[in-house]
């Protein structure tokens, strides 16, 4: 367990940010410069010797009795920048915690696991893009599926009986009747969809000889950042090729990129471009606190979370350049492979059972929101990353 602010349990609000980020080096990722690999073992040592002195490895912590609000993640995509600031806004002992771990690694999940008692795990953690997924498919397998049945595992040795899973609505591919319900047949039709597919089934599975409390969310596209501008999205620039379309429009808004690359024209749609019902990530994190809430023992819940309304690309870019006041510019490309051409949610049964609905979702008030925080963060959560463009 790692403590990497002034305080190792830190308090946490009712409500997380499941934001992400991605400027922090992957210690997994391979590279033939000697450099970096000298780099990352020196941070790998590094860790370790932290590990080891750190009073939570051998001390009893806080968390050792049933404790809100805990944080795991590796770092392959997230960004320590923005836990710091999360650890710096709740300093409280005994209420957040950072645990540096992979969930990969089984010793890890069983000491961890063994060593705080949860009353409910939120599994966020994943890579999470189509386009990415397509070409290294195995890796998205081992990531998403393969780490979700560890995190199974995990549970079931441990007892911890209350499952909320980040699922998607990728897992649904490219159904012939819109709005998607919870009952349109799942046909993913791209490695990411299919390897959340087969974790929600693991779940279910296991689910039927367990009293597990069990949550599975079906996201649709997320947007938005943190209205109080305290987080926000910080992508790793390797990763940019196959980020998300409000990433994409921010980078050509501030001159990173020389425009916005749009794939596809000629999709069945009314503007020949595809079509995405985007949610604020503030309503997803109300979904989480409502679910939480509700979880019940022995019982699963199914829930699409969107707003019921697909909005084309060409209309994102238009909300795009209001919201930056940039005159981004766009080039018109092929088809990218995995992509489906109208995807939209119909949120009747969240709303009917867990008494959600979207909330702070409006395309260009949450680009606005999103803006801001790019704006003032050049560098992301870099150290000079504050100056204003
Ligand atoms: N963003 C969306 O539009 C969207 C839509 C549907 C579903 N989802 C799901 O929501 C969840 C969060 O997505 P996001 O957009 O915030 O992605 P993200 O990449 O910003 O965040 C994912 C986090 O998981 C961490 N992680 C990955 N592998 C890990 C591992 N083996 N061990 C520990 N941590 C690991 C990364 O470091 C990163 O911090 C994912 O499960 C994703 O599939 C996202």
Redesign the pocket.
Known sequence: MLNFSRSRAQTRPNRSH?????DFADPKKKNGAVGKILLAAGLTALCILILKQSPSFNSPSPFSRHEEGVT????????LGAVKILQGLFPEPGRLQFIY????DPKAMHKIFSENAFDAVM??????YVGESTLDPLKYYH??TS?TLGIMEAMAAHNVNTLIY?????TYGEPEKMPITEETPQIPINP?GKA?KMAEDIILDFHKNSDMAVMIL??????GSDPEGRLG?A?RPELREHG?ISGACFDAARGITPGLKVRGTDYKTPDGTCIRDYIDVTDLVDAHVKALNKAKPGHVGIYNVGTGRGRSVKEFVEACKKATGAPIKVEYLPRRPGDYAEVFSDPSKILRELNWSAQHTDLEKSLQVAWRWQKSHRNGYGSSSTASI
């Open positions: 499941p934001l992400g980020g991605m795991h993640d590796n770092l392959s995509r997230g960004n771990a992979d969930l990969g599994h966020f953690a994943a890579v999470a990531n998403i780490n980040s699922s998607t609505c990728a990411y959340k079906r996201y649709f596209n997320v947007i999205e992508p998300r």
